[in-house]
């Protein structure tokens, strides 16, 4: 694996760059509408954004429309 990433360091570095923009939109979603176990969950959790942009296009709508109702 080590001498793959090394021939392939590309690979990483897109993950990187994909992963980064996902998990800071996710991150300040939550702490705007204040979803502390969603952001502790999305802080540690690393799934390459599949997390993060499941966050984003679905639990932080519902969470939003419970609050915005209140």
């Not at 694996?1 to 991150?27: R, Y």
């Amino acid at each position: 694996m080590e001498q793959f990433l090394q021939q392939n360091s590309w690979i990483l570095l897109l993950l990187v760059l994909w992963t980064i923009p996902w998990k800071g939109w996710a991150l300040w979603k939550a702490a705007r509408i204040n979803d502390k176990g969603w952001f502790i969950a999305l802080l540690v959790i690393n799934t390459l954004a599949m997390l993060d942009i499941l966050y984003i296009f679905i639990f932080s709508k519902r969470k939003g429309l419970e609050k915005s109702i209140e």
